[in-house]
């Protein structure tokens, strides 16, 4: 079966602008995570929903991050304001239920320039 | 704080050979721990997982081993091919707190292994 996507693949954008990243989970998974994997780096939580709500936000690294998910499957990961800082591998994974194993995407590799 | 550690940043092992790859945390409330693995591109994509109950668990190639006292973890890859080079992640996840932050995983830096054949 199809597994998490992710789009785009690559995002190149200038300092200042806004950016949205997008996660489509795999069918009937209720857990979604995002993850940021700076150069050099592990990989950094930002957020995690389950279905539709978020109950840990804790990982979000300022205010100019925002995420969302809609109808318990895709979901959203905007940052506004992009800053160079920001550059880094944005991936999503998703799970059966939250205790389950996390199936990842291929990620977005943004690039603020 | 770091608090998944992989110290080694690269391992190179020749094909056959046994891998063995280390991960140290310092979180005692983590009670699950798992293995993945990466390709570039690609995202990461689980191997094996270890229980905070158990000291060691065992997949064909792969086996996980748990020291709880040294909060130490280590994969053995045996024998290692070269399908195995890729970057390794350990991760873990702690008990209790489920409810409000599902499994979010804390991985550690990832090491680079490479066979050789």
């Known amino acids: 079966g199809a597994g998490v996507s992710q789009s785009p693949s690559n995002k190149v954008t200038e300092k200042g602008k806004d950016v949205e990243l997008r996660c489509d989970p795999i069918?009937?998974?209720?857990?979604l995570y995002w993850y940021r994997q700076s150069l050099g780096q592990g990989l950094e939580f930002l957020i995690y929903?389950?279905?539709?709500?978020?109950?840990?936000k804790s990982g979000l690294p300022s205010d100019r991050f925002s995420a969302e998910r809609t109808g318990g499957s895709v979901s959203t990961l905007t940052i506004q304001r992009t800053q160079q800082e920001d550059s880094a591998v944005y991936l999503c994974?998703?799970?059966?239920?939250?205790?389950?194993?996390?199936?990842f995407g291929p990620g977005t590799r943004l690039t603020v320039l | 704080d770091q608090q998944v550690k992989q110290n080694s940043p690269s391992l190179s092992v020749q094909e056959g050979r046994i891998s063995i790859l280390n991960c140290d945390y310092t979180?005692?409330?983590?009670?699950?721990f798992l293995w993945y693995k990466k390709y570039p591109a690609e995202g990461p994509t689980f191997l094996i997982s270890i229980s905070s109950i158990k000291d060691k668990n065992e997949d064909g190639r792969f086996t996980v081993f748990l020291n709880k006292s040294a909060k130490h973890l280590s994969l053995h890859i045996v024998p290692s091919q070269p399908g195995d080079s890729a970057v390794y992640f350990c991760?873990?996840?702690?008990?209790?707190?489920?409810?409000?932050?599902?499994?979010?995983?804390?991985f550690g830096e990832g090491t680079q292994l490479t066979v050789n054949p």
């Open positions: 979180n005692s409330m983590f009670d699950y």
């Open positions: 994974a998703s799970s059966r239920d939250r205790d389950n194993e996390q199936f």
């Open positions: 069918s009937g998974h209720t857990a």
């Open positions: 991760a873990a996840s702690a008990v209790g707190g489920h409810e409000t932050s599902g499994s979010r995983l804390t």
């Open positions: 929903f389950q279905g539709n709500s978020a109950p840990d």
